[in-house]
């Protein structure tokens, strides 16, 4: 039998690292970054409280073997032979999060931080703009930013909003601006331009209309961001949703939209 010395510890310790070959060195790399992983989908997810508490659970079962406190060790042995069905039952969101965001994403994307980066780059981009835009219209709204108390239970459970703005979107938006700005001035000939790039795009020619009729409709509650107000608005509110009443029923966009430009002059 070979006693250990803090003379023979280092000699003890270079013979396992000489036994070590590659494949165990990948093999032991591979477990601890997946459950480096794991931890760190759990961290966001109210499944940290209850695992701080399956450690400490273990931790007593462990003092209590050193300890000899049979009768504390009995019970507890008992509830570790259910605490797998247990741990199951109580980490199923957290297991079925894992498997999602396993499924959901690239292998590789999975395993870096690249993506975490730029989803945090253009989270402040996108509220950067949308304050600006709500300064603007004095728009007010609640922004809640996530610090010490953990929000993903509660984003999980809520309705995700394609709210997201970029340069194309903004294009749009200042296009029904400019229509609403033709309607207030009872200018056809400035919608019949506007709206001739529409003629072949029918979705395009909607999604115009429908921000075109809710900056009527904005001006019609007296907002003062829309160009158009009073019964200019009501006017052109009722003329935007006849057009895209006429559009959804397979009516010729030309048609339409011509039909459409030509009511601005009774605005």
């Known amino acids: 039998m070979e006693f250990v010395t803090l003379s023979t510890l280092p000699g003890i310790i270079g013979r396992y690292l000489m036994m070590l070959k590659v494949t165990d060195i990948l093999d032991i790399a591979i477990m601890v970054f997946v ?5 760190t989908l759990i961290q966001s997810t109210r499944a940290a409280s209850l695992l701080k ?22 019970i507890m042995n008992q509830l570790v032979r259910w605490g ?14 894992i498997l999602e965001e396993v499924g959901s994403r690239r292998f590789i994307a999975f395993f870096s931080r690249a993506e975490a980066g730029t989803a945090v780059e253009q989270a402040i981009d996108q509220t950067v703009l949308a304050c600006t835009e709500m300064s603007q219209s004095r728009t007010g709204a609640l922004i ?25 979107r903004r294009a749009q938006v ?6 609403a700005k033709a309607a207030a ?13 529409y003629e072949k795009d029918k979705v395009g020619a909607a999604a115009l209309l429908a921000d075109f009729r809710a900056v009527a409709a904005a001006g019609l509650r007296g907002s003062p ?27 010729n966009p030309k048609i339409t939209l011509s039909v459409l430009a ?6």
């Not at 057009?243 to 397979?250: D, F, P, V, Y």
Request: overall charge neutral.
């Open 225 to 251: 961001r829309a160009p158009v107000q009073g019964d200019a608005a009501r006017k052109a509110l009722a003329a935007a949703d006849a057009a895209i009443q006429r559009l959804g029923a397979q009516v």
């Open 144 to 168: 809640v930013f996530e610090r010490e108390n953990l929000l993903d239970d509660m984003v999980r459970s809520g309705t995700v909003l394609d709210a997201a703005r970029d340069e194309a």
């Open 84 to 97: 797998v069905v247990a741990l199951i039952v109580l980490f199923q969101p957290e297991i079925r999060r």
């Open 185 to 197: 001035a009872q200018d056809s000939y400035a919608a019949a331009v506007l709206l001739s790039a």
């Open 174 to 179: 200042d296009k029904a601006l400019a229509l």
């Open 262 to 267: 030509m009511k601005f002059r009774t605005f």
């Open 53 to 74: 508490g399956v450690l400490v659970f273990l931790a007593a079962l462990m003092l209590s073997m050193v300890l000899n406190m049979n009768s504390i060790n009995f």
């Open 35 to 39: 459950f480096y992983k794991a931890l």
